[in-house]
């Protein structure tokens, strides 16, 4: 039995769903270890979508526990402790605080136990069929089969019909001849010193594809609104999807779904967006290295 652990935000989420439902398809027996205590983690909103889980049981994990790996995932624990590997120790962390917190199981770090903790290029490379997985966060080429990624997009789609404020904005993209997405990630990214797009890249998109598609208006959705709406305040045809926090953002996800054209940040919100737009005639922007910048 392969557990998948869906955790953070919601692009991770959507990652280590995705690779659940690819190993499903490769007929293995998979079951999620999830949590909805937002002490431990963010906000769990894959519930929200058409999506198809089945949770793991506390027998099912006891079972884990108890289970005996083969020989060869002692030598992938043996490499992730030599070299430190600190993906490895993050996934670790995230499964066994699961398992304390949402079963009251306590299982003691044992060699059989830690090694069980494998990576999804360890699931592929090796063919392992059980472990707990938690670190594919991006599209990888073996998903790229179109049978699959449109079964994918029918389950991104939102169980519940959308609020009052949401619907309007819906409405406005529907009206809207070109209607372009346009994703702002910067938050927690600024402390962290992770690269953000550039905001030169930003206006040159805009201006680019303002000048080659006719009646387009640009919909920002951002985890810094305050300052997408200070950066681009003197732009014309902008409106600024600034009604859901946080923990709503799968909203955000949805309605930018439905513009035909994006302009993209680099995270894994916005490479789950590319890869689930139902639109093939899109003109999109993802930003490369040179387009990415720390900030101090």
């Known amino acids: 039995m392969m557990l998948i652990c869906p955790h953070s935000g919601l692009g ?146 939102l169980k519940e019909p959308l609020d009052e404020k949401n619907s309007a904005l819906l409405q406005k993209i529907k009206t809207v001849k070109n209607p372009v997405g346009v994703h702002i990630r910067r938050g927690d990214y600024l402390n962290l010193k992770i690269p953000v797009v550039k905001p030169e890249f930003i206006l040159e998109k805009i201006k680019y594809m303002t000048e080659n598609l006719e009646g387009t208006k640009f919909f920002i959705f951002s985890d810094s609104i305050d300052w997408a709406k200070e950066y681009l305040k003197t732009l014309d045809n902008i409106e600024f999807a600034d009604i859901n926090d946080e923990t709503r953002g799968y909203l955000d996800f949805s309605l930018m779904n439905e513009c035909k054209h994006r302009i993209y940040s680099a995270s894994s919100f916005s490479k789950w967006l590319q890869y689930l737009n139902p639109y093939t005639d899109s003109l999109e922007f993802f930003p490369k290295k040179q387009d990415l910048t720390i900030e101090n």
Do not use: W
């Not at 592929?124 to 080429?141: F, H, T």
């Open 12 to 157: 991770n989420q959507i990652g280590n769903y995705v690779f659940a439902q690819f190993l499903i398809d490769k007929g293995l027996e998979v079951k999620f270890l999830v949590t909805k205590d937002e002490n431990l983690d963010r906000t769990f909103v894959l519930d929200k979508f058409n999506t198809c889980m089945e949770l793991a049981s506390i027998e099912d994990i006891e079972a884990f526990i108890a289970q005996n790996p083969p020989f060869s995932y002692y030598k992938h624990l043996l490499n992730n402790v030599l070299f430190n590997n600190k993906a490895y120790f993050n996934s670790l962390y995230k499964v066994l605080a699961r398992i304390r917190k949402e079963y009251g199981l306590y299982p003691k770090k044992t060699p059989s136990f830690l090694s069980k903790t494998v990576s999804y290029n360890d699931v592929l490379k090796y063919g392992l069929n059980q472990g707990a997985v938690c670190d594919c966060y991006s599209p990888i080429p073996e998903f790229n089969d179109e049978n699959f990624k449109e079964k994918m997009r029918r389950q991104f789609i």
